[in-house]
């Protein structure tokens, strides 16, 4: 420990702004010591619409951000959630939902846009810290510290590298090799539509469609999800299809409508009215990958989809990533002499617990194939708090 000197800051240099990177780069700027720098591959920051479902785990990391109050004007947290038949309508099942979270795991659960959770993370992030068109070709080891290689030629030297750059991350690559996915015979199509344009197509379903409520469609072959944003301003649907027709795993490919359409024929008139509605679409593949066993070499570490990528069944790949993002500040934090230590105890933490929820998500997906679908416990999911698990080895 330096004694009788100012101690200088700790370089963090962050690749990727998404929401995992920038959840670590959030809770590192409200610490006090340390210089965070994120690198960003796309021109320009800016998420591709689409909605996600931030659990009670999630919500608590937006708390300890002092995000909460901003987040709810800007999120939708529905009264009940809903299980229908996918062709006749019929209520198979009514959870209540608003108020209810909060008693049970600490926080409630709400749906937000992705856009809005990533610009109220980026507002706690200083301007001067985030660098865009700055592409990561590679991260290094060295005598004192790590290093990130741009596709410029520019190497930033740092205390510590973090990968939190995506499912197709370079860091990760870098480290441990190419991991290997496997298409799980399911494609899947994203949309937004405003609630306002829609009231026509709400007298032809069977529940209300005033963002009031999430919806699931459960069928055979697949399932359709509604549930509201931005309070209620928008209606977001994720339709999930079993396919043998491959898919991109980038979820920004854009889409026939006609074709979506045709993969969900038979299915509730209502609820095809409302996916006619949409002007554009969005599909990509379902891919399922095995747990890394290592997120760290030195001081490099991974984070988010990096480390994780996780098959969408539960809801958890942002809030896994808001945890690991917020437990890795924690343990930098925590471990302020030793680096090195600080980065072994994260992924000592963090990696069983993603690793759980990954393989958990797994199972979930093949008990959705079933009739009625089985759902797994999830208390122990929803009930985890990344601001008082202890810091240091798991």
Request: proline residues 5%.
């Amino acid at each position: 420990m330096e004694t009788g000197k100012a101690r200088r800051k700790q370089r963090i240099v962050i690749v990727g702004a998404g929401i995992g990177g920038l959840t670590a780069a959030a809770a590192l700027c409200r610490m006090e010591g340390f210089e965070v720098m994120v690198y960003e591959r796309a021109a320009q920051l800016g998420e591709v619409g689409a909605g996600l479902q931030m659990a009670p785990n999630a919500v608590k990391v937006i708390r300890a951000l002092g995000l909460e109050d901003r987040f709810r004007r800007v999120a939708a947290e529905p009264k009940a959630r809903l299980s229908l038949k996918w062709d006749d309508g019929t209520v198979r099942a009514r959870e209540p939902f608003r108020g209810r979270m909060e008693e049970m795991y600490g926080a409630s659960y709400h749906m937000a846009h992705r856009a809005d959770l990533h610009r109220l993370l980026l507002s706690l992030v200083p301007e001067h810290a985030i660098h865009t068109d700055a592409e990561c070709t590679g991260v290094a080891n060295t005598a004192s510290g790590a290093v990130m290689r741009l596709a410029s030629g520019q190497e930033v030297e740092a205390d510590a590298v973090i990968g939190a750059d995506g499912i197709h991350s370079v860091v990760r690559m870098q480290l441990f090799g190419r991991s290997e996915a496997r298409f799980t015979n399911q494609i899947c199509w994203r949309l937004i539509l405003p609630m306002e344009e829609l009231h026509k197509a709400a007298g032809k379903l069977p529940v209300p469609l005033d963002g009031s409520e999430y919806t699931g469609w459960l069928g055979p072959s697949g399932h359709v999800l509604f549930y509201p944003l931005r309070g209620g301003d928008l209606l977001n649907i994720f339709a999930g299809r079993v396919s043998k027709q491959w898919a991109d795993e980038a979820w920004a490919v854009p889409s026939a409508i006609d074709e979506m359409l045709e993969a969900y024929s038979g299915w509730h008139p209502g609820m095809l009215d409302v996916l006619s509605r949409a002007t554009e679409t969005y599909k990509w593949g379902i891919y399922d990958r095995d747990p890394l066993e290592r997120w760290v070499s030195g001081r490099i570490a991974l984070l988010g989809d990096a480390a994780h990528p996780m098959m969408p069944t539960l809801a958890q790949g942002a809030a896994i990533s808001m945890e690991d993002g917020y437990v890795l500040a924690r343990h930098l934090d925590a471990y302020r002499s030793d680096v090195t230590a600080a980065l072994s105890a994260y992924e000592n933490q963090r990696q069983p617990r993603a690793s759980r929820v990954q393989l958990q998500a797994r199972r979930q997906f093949l008990n959705n194939q079933m009739v009625p679908p089985q759902p797994l416990p999830v208390d122990w999911i929803y009930g985890y708090d990344a601001i008082t698990v202890p810091v240091g080895p798991a």
